[in-house]
């Protein structure tokens, strides 16, 4: 019993809870040979059901959770491996990439501020959807620093993971996107690092492609987002 506390209140805890919860999606996914079992959607609604249905607090999972965001960071950081394994292939393509990322990102960005004005949505919330196509920690900051949640922009940059992630393979088959550069560049603007998740899983090519995307999506965001919402008047 002493040793179940000591577990509980180390972080050990929420580091075993999360990988575990992931790696059973994951292998689920694939038995069913199906990208509807989203790992992010589906592990952290069987992590919640885990801790409601057991009665454990929330603080002890997160003593655990938090070294897991600390590392984040260098994991985006070796997605430059498999970048720098496809160099060549970027130099060759690198006029297509750069226009098909700006392309996504003012999409991205226009789009949701349209959709906010046409459904009267506040300008708080309209800050907080606007940079949904770049990862949670610079949409976060985007956000705050705009006059929006960051909280919110989270949540908003956490579906489209999510969406990208389940339909995104979906939708460039029904498209006729066939290219490896292009179905990647396109999985990683969308979806930033769920979309990089998937392009992964259907090669390396693709993958460093969405890599690429990731690392450009936040620079034009960050370039494109405060003259786009003065140009629409918010």
């Known amino acids: 019993m002493e040793t179940l506390r000591q577990l509980l209140d180390g972080p050990l805890f929420g580091i075993t809870l999360t990988i575990l919860s992931m790696v059973f999606i994951q292998l689920l996914g694939r038995k069913a040979k199906t990208s509807l079992l989203n790992p992010l959607l589906f592990s952290t609604a069987s992590i919640i059901a885990f801790l409601y249905f057991t009665g454990i607090p929330l603080e002890k999972y997160?003593?655990?959770?938090?070294?897991?965001?600390?590392?984040?960071?260098?994991?985006?950081?070796?997605l430059a491996v498999p970048l720098y394994k496809q160099l060549d292939k970027l130099k060759a393509h690198l006029a297509p990439v750069l226009l098909g990322a700006t392309a996504g990102v003012l999409v991205s960005i226009t789009s949701g501020?349209?959709?906010?004005?046409?459904?009267?949505?506040?300008?708080?919330?309209?800050v907080s959807m606007a940079p949904k196509g770049t990862t949670s920690a610079i949409s976060m900051e985007l956000a705050k620093s705009l006059g929006g949640?960051?909280?919110?922009?989270?949540?908003?940059?956490?579906?489209?993971?999510?969406?990208g992630y389940s339909a995104g393979g979906w939708l460039l088959n029904r498209a006729g996107?066939?290219?490896?550069?292009?179905?990647?560049?396109?999985?990683?603007?969308?979806?930033?690092?769920?979309?990089?998740?998937?392009?992964?899983?259907?090669?390396?090519?693709?993958?460093?492609?969405?890599?690429?995307?990731?690392?450009?999506?936040?620079?034009?965001?960050?370039?494109?987002?405060?003259?786009?919402?003065?140009?629409?008047g918010l």
């Open 62 to 78: 997160q003593a655990g959770g938090r070294m897991m965001t600390f590392f984040l960071g260098p994991v985006i950081v070796s």
């Open 177 to 232: 996107v066939t290219h490896p550069l292009a179905r990647g560049l396109s999985l990683g603007t969308a979806s930033h690092a769920s979309g990089t998740q998937r392009a992964f899983e259907m090669g390396e090519e693709e993958g460093a492609m969405a890599s690429l995307a990731i690392g450009l999506v936040g620079v034009l965001t960050s370039v494109f987002l405060p003259p786009l919402l003065r140009l629409f």
């Open 113 to 126: 501020i349209l959709l906010s004005l046409l459904f009267g949505i506040s300008r708080e919330l309209t």
């Open 149 to 163: 949640d960051g909280s919110v922009a989270i949540a908003f940059v956490i579906f489209a993971g999510i969406f």
